[in-house]
């Protein structure tokens, strides 16, 4: 499984970013797909998932503001980000758990970048 993750970038307190996950290679077997974030000096953060039925889950921290979804015929998840605050100024990662031979591996992407200024 390969994840291509995109859509991050400079933006302005307030403002909205989404972000795209793409998964090709054997992404059949993907069970479910999640959203990271790490600050610079900051442990790795879960900030929402999808799983392949579709039942979602968004942190607390971030609940009200972050939307996650998927389209399923393009094989590619994304991460709604409203009312940005400068304290979402980090790097942005997806990850997919696949199936495989009856084995649980996980797939990060290579992260993506956000930067909110005040």
């Known amino acids: 499984v390969q994840l291509q993750a995109s859509g991050g970038g400079l933006v302005q307190a307030g403002g909205s970013l989404r972000l795209s996950c793409a998964a090709s290679?054997?992404?059949?077997?993907?069970?479910?797909m999640r959203w990271y974030r790490q600050a610079p000096g900051k442990q790795r953060e879960l900030l929402a998932g999808?799983?392949?039925?579709?039942?979602?889950n968004v942190a607390d921290s971030v609940k009200g503001r972050f939307t996650i979804s998927r389209d399923t015929a393009k094989n590619t998840v994304y991460l709604q980000m409203n009312n940005l605050k400068p304290e979402d100024t980090a790097v942005y990662y997806c990850?997919?758990?696949?199936?495989?031979?009856?084995?649980?591996?996980?797939?990060w992407g290579q992260g993506t970048q956000v930067t909110v200024s005040s």
């Open positions: 990850f997919a758990e696949a199936i495989e031979s009856g084995w649980s591996r996980g797939y």
């Open positions: 290679g054997s992404s059949f077997g993907i069970a479910a």
């Open positions: 999808i799983t392949s039925g579709g039942i979602t």
